[in-house]
């Protein structure tokens, strides 16, 4: 099979495999799209010194076919769509056993340490396969294997409902599915993004407003907007110091924030900003395992066009320009798709 690597210094290639063997319980999927995700980009743009020797397929939002079945496998069949659930647990810790597999001690992550889905073939557990519905495309399942699985347990968390206003940090794919499941909830959504591509493709999934952050005072619209309260809800999927004060300082009193966004590293946030309007900050990781099912059934009762963020569909072997042009920001959601 042919998988992507990183050598290091934003470059990415596509080079020759071993077929993956699936042993007990395991199963190997034939991909048919695989998205490209933020977290890539932090591999991506490691040195060739860091990246030395590391020759792990990337790739954590595989959607595809089951291909091929391990032994003792049958809750799976070969031909069956998946979508394919973001970490290999051990399957039997009380984390995993809970469905909250992204806290399993022995969790494993495709594209480090284990192989990823930017290849041919996938080897993952036949547990990870989740039943990807004929009516969603493979598009829709690599965005349901993080993306919008991250965005609607976030959603989740802030309980979006028509008597909201929730303004949304970062108009990247996760913050473009949070936006997506938050308006079919009811809610009034305030994009900000300081790249207009990002801010456009807002608008046209159905943002309120999407607010510039270079040329515009946030909190001062924001306060405009919401009748000088703030906004009820917050979603920082930027990870930038700016989104994450932002999302803060944006609320009302008593408000809710979701943190997701990874990024700065620094301490960006003092209590003192939430202690006397007493706001709940909560932080949110990937989503529990069981999640899954009401996600897919949320986007098919609500038509949800997850698929239109896709802005960019490359085949494996340019796989080099696919991250290139996706390290340059200003695209929606990129995958790779195969026939
Ligand atoms: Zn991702
Ligand atoms: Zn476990």
Redesign the pocket.
């Known amino acids: 099979m042919r998988g992507v690597v990183f050598p290091g210094d934003r470059r990415a290639e596509v080079r020759d495999f071993p077929d993956p063997e699936p042993g007990p319980d395991e199963v190997v999927v034939r991909i048919k799209a695989a998205g490209l995700c933020g977290s890539d980009l932090h591999l991506y743009r490691q040195t060739a010194a860091q990246r030395a020797g590391n020759d792990t397929i990337p790739g954590h939002e595989p959607s595809g076919v089951v291909e091929a079945l391990g032994p003792g496998v049958d809750t799976v069949q070969v031909g069956d769509r998946v979508s394919v659930y973001h970490y290999r647990?051990?399957?039997?810790?009380k984390?995993?056993r809970a469905g909250n597999v992204m806290w399993?001690?022995?969790r494993r992550g495709y594209g480090g340490p284990i192989h990823g889905a930017d290849a041919d073939l996938l080897l993952t557990d036949a547990r990870n396969c989740m039943p990807l519905p004929d009516e969603l495309s493979y598009a829709h399942g690599a965005l349901m294997a993080c993306a919008a699985g991250t965005a609607f347990s976030s959603m989740h968390k802030l309980q979006v409902s028509g008597q909201d206003t929730l303004v949304i940090f970062g108009q990247g794919p996760v913050g473009l599915c949070g936006l997506l499941v938050a308006k079919a909830l009811g809610g009034r959504v305030i994009g900000v993004d300081p790249i207009p591509e990002r801010r456009a493709l807002a608008l046209q999934l159905g943002a309120d407003k999407a607010l510039d952050p270079g040329q515009t005072d946030v909190l001062t619209a924001v306060r405009d907007l919401t009748h000088g309260d703030g906004a009820d809800l917050a979603f920082e999927t930027s990870g930038s110091a700016a989104g994450q004060n932002g999302a803060v300082d944006c609320l009302r009193l008593g408000g809710k924030a979701v943190f997701v966004g990874f990024g700065v590293q620094d301490k960006t946030l003092n209590p003192s900003q939430f202690i006397g309007r007493q706001l709940t900050l909560m932080g949110s990781f990937v989503m529990p395992v069981y999640m899954y099912y009401d996600l897919a059934q949320f986007v098919l009762d609500h038509d949800l066009p997850l698929d239109r963020m896709v802005t960019h569909r490359f085949p494996l072997e340019q796989a080099p320009e696919a991250f290139a042009l996706f390290d340059r920001g200003a695209t929606g959601k990129v995958v790779l798709e195969w026939a």
């Open positions: 647990g051990c399957g039997h810790c984390h995993c399993c001690a022995e």
